[in-house]
């Protein structure tokens, strides 16, 4: 190896640096709420995410044996009148603000605590918040060691997915409660008929389907006939239109919710999925025809003069010549439409309230104060898989389409 | 343009168009002129907008609605802060794009990296604000923060910080932006990537054969190559920020100096049409100068063609 090589490759550094650097600050966010969805409630609250693959310490552990373990011994029974594997005597102390006080007090005419930091600590009435901080894990290592306490679930788990998919909120997870038989009353029989919960990620993803799929294939469908004759046929008006057609691509759909869902609660379709189709459906044509209509227009003429010449009409040269050879534009647009009304918000909590699709269902499942990750990391991950592998599947036709002058929104 | 040897009855092309020019017609543009005869109307779209004046008090008469849209402390508040949207996201993604494209262009795993920032476009806004929120979380018990940012912070000896509820405005819109970044840098990459991949190599080298630097190269013959598309990114990026709700719906919903129009919107969609569709009336007029650019431009290839 020579020296010029070296040098190349040591300059090569700082580039490999940012771009694994931004590769890793792209990755991480979705790496956490992924590993996350696997990790039970507790383990979720009590330690981050990215914890998972060391070795998980009981929480507490560490400082018990640095504060406490000297007198009480490692398993707590080494002063008898202060047995801590006790269950009884644990419980007391598993507040910190219960703690605190008695830490406080002497023993037989000695300071509790014989470290002379935490001593000063503890006595400062003035850093009483720092001491509850300090003392907290302690409290939680009190619970774990005599069994009063919860302990933490560290192994992972689908029970995550699980929940989510059933939509249950309660504070053991469903598999637990179906089996102790206390799961909500009534709203849950425990078998396959709760996948259809309504309030279910389960239920959504069919919702996000049922709405999906007609939704993608109706606008393409009606978006290749006018695209074919902007392309090759003739009328008036034709390049104004099209023109008109640019311009309306960006109007934001904000703009004509509410007309629309009063004209739908006129015409009985309020609610409804048709209408929500069609919603999409006329909000996807613009970008479809323009789409569709350059790559038509991009063709060889020679191509429609020959099979017109051969005796076929429009539509056998729409059928026959100009949809088979328009596949892959169709698959990019497919890609497009697709992803865009899965993951749409706005348009489904309005049109479509009473059968929520994922998007809607994942709102429905924030708490505010953060007490339900485990829940609401797996419902997320249960509405990104579909529209990830669509796109890791089909990224070729995606970037295609979006190449061809994505201005969708 | 047309092929004339292909025979065409009047009525043939209107066959092919009739089901989207009424889907259309239906679907965008009637509610189009309805938006803006109901933001006429008060908050149940049934009388004048007058209605709701009080004797006394400044009144617009049938526009009362927009004085609401354009003087209220809230709507100031949404304008400023979409203002902001697009003075720093616009820059923020496509300068992120760009940087990607041109780096990602000069390593091996070029694909796999691509990918990767490339991802949160399948990823829902709904989605995208979950991962954030997780890693913006603020642990303000006792124990251990679980969030990504502030668990970095703690380690590092900082005192953790709420990202998203802070008495900074500023804080919390950064943490919004950050957000809008991620999902759109990908974007942005793979439109610069294509451009910046059909720069003949031959101009380059020949630069770099009489000394220019990479930097040089870059700034003074890439750029400007690539500089429509750079135009064509920026503009798709300023309608997509103009209307952003979905993020600021789920990460904050507006609270904390996060809000912006197309949420204020949202808000009184049901208690008050008039206002919400003054405020939608609002959203499209400062849409229509992206329109004209795309119009022209279209016209501009159409001449090419």
């Not at chain 1, 739908?264 to 409804?272: E, H, I, M, Q």
């Not at chain 2, 018990?141 to 008495?167: D, Y």
């Amino acid at each position: 190896m020579n020296a010029e090589r070296i040098k190349r490759i040591l300059g090569q550094i700082p580039l490999h640096v940012v771009v694994i650097a931004m590769v890793v600050v792209w990755l991480l966010p979705t790496l956490g709420v992924f590993v996350s969805s696997f990790r039970s409630r507790q383990a979720v609250r009590k330690s981050g995410w990215w914890t998972v693959l060391s070795k998980p310490l009981t929480p507490g552990q560490k400082e018990y044996a640095a504060a406490c373990a000297s007198c009480h011994g490692k398993d707590g029974k080494d002063v008898v009148t202060a047995d801590l594997s006790n269950p009884e005597v644990a419980a007391e102390y598993m507040k910190t603000n219960r703690l605190l006080p008695l830490l406080r007090q002497e023993v037989n005419g000695q300071p509790h605590v014989q470290d002379p930091e935490w001593q000063a600590l503890i006595q400062d009435k003035s850093r009483t918040k720092e001491a509850l901080d300090k003392l907290a894990p302690i409290s939680q290592y009190l619970g774990t060691l005599s069994g009063a306490g919860q302990a933490v679930e560290y192994n992972l788990t689908v029970s995550n997915w699980l929940d989510a998919l059933v939509g249950y909120k309660g504070t053991e997870t469903y598999q637990e409660d179906c089996a102790t038989g206390t799961s909500k009353s009534g709203k849950f029989k425990c078998d396959a008929s709760d996948l259809l919960n309504r309030e279910g990620m389960a239920r959504a993803f069919l919702n996000s389907l049922l709405v999906t799929i007609p939704a993608t294939i109706l606008p393409i469908l009606f978006a290749a006939f006018a695209a074919y004759a902007f392309a090759w046929l003739d009328f008036r008006g034709r390049t104004w239109m099209f023109a008109l057609l640019v311009g309306l691509q960006i109007v934001p759909l904000q703009m004509t919710l509410v007309p629309i869902a009063q004209l739908y609660s006129k015409l009985g379709l309020g609610g409804s999925f048709i209408g929500i189709w069609l919603f999409h459906t006329g909000f996807g044509l613009p970008y479809a025809i323009y789409l569709l209509r350059n790559f038509l227009g991009g063709l060889p003429r020679d191509l429609f003069e020959s099979i017109y010449l051969d005796g076929a009409n429009h539509w056998t040269a729409f059928w026959k010549l100009a949809m088979p050879l328009s596949v892959p534009a169709i698959a990019s647009l497919g890609i497009f439409q697709f992803l865009w009304v899965w993951n749409d918000l706005l348009v489904a909590i309005i049109l479509l309230p009473n059968n929520p699709v994922l998007t809607y269902q994942i709102t429905n499942l924030i708490d505010p104060k953060g007490g339900n990750w485990h829940l609401l990391t797996a419902a997320a991950f249960l509405s990104m898989i579909v529209p990830m592998l669509v796109f890791l599947a089909f990224q070729r036709y995606f970037i295609r389409g979006m190449l061809a002058g994505a201005v969708k929104g | 343009m047309v092929p004339k040897i292909m025979k065409q009855g009047t009525l043939t092309p209107w066959f092919y168009l009739a089901a989207a020019l009424i889907i259309m017609l239906v679907f965008i543009v009637y509610p189009t002129i309805n938006t803006f005869v109901l933001s006429l109307k008060d908050k149940t779209g049934t009388r004048s907008a007058a209605v709701d004046c009080l004797p006394g008090q400044s009144c617009w008469g049938a526009f009362d609605n927009y004085r609401y849209a354009l003087t209220d402390p809230e709507m100031l508040q949404a304008l400023r802060n979409n203002a902001l949207w697009i003075l720093l996201t616009v820059p923020g993604t496509v300068g992120a794009g760009l940087m990607f494209a041109v780096l990602t262009d000069r390593v091996r795993y070029e694909r796999l990296a691509k990918t990767i920032v490339f991802l949160p476009m399948a990823i829902s806004f709904v989605g995208a604000g979950v991962i954030w929120k997780f890693v913006y979380y603020l642990e303000s018990g006792g124990g251990a923060q679980i969030g990504v940012l502030n668990a970095l912070i703690t380690r590092l000896g900082g005192q953790p910080v709420a990202w998203l509820t802070n008495r900074s405005w500023i804080v919390n819109n950064t943490s919004l932006w950050v957000v809008w970044i991620w999902l759109w840098a990908g974007f942005c990459m793979t439109i610069l990537s294509a451009a910046l991949k059909a720069v003949p190599t031959e101009i380059l080298e020949a630069a770099r054969v009489d000394g220019a630097n990479e930097w040089q190269v870059f700034w003074r013959i890439m750029f400007p190559i690539i500089l429509p598309t750079v135009t064509v990114a920026a503009t798709t990026m300023t309608i997509n920020v103009l209307k952003v709700f979905d993020i600021v719906f789920v990460m904050t919903n507006g609270l904390n100096g996060t809000e912006v129009i197309a949420n204020r919107m949202f808000k009184f969609i049901v208690t008050n049409q008039g206002r919400s569709m003054a405020i939608a009336v609002l959203l499209i007029v400062l849409t229509i100068p992206i329109m004209i650019i795309n119009v022209r431009r279209f016209r501009e290839q159409e001449m090419i063609r």
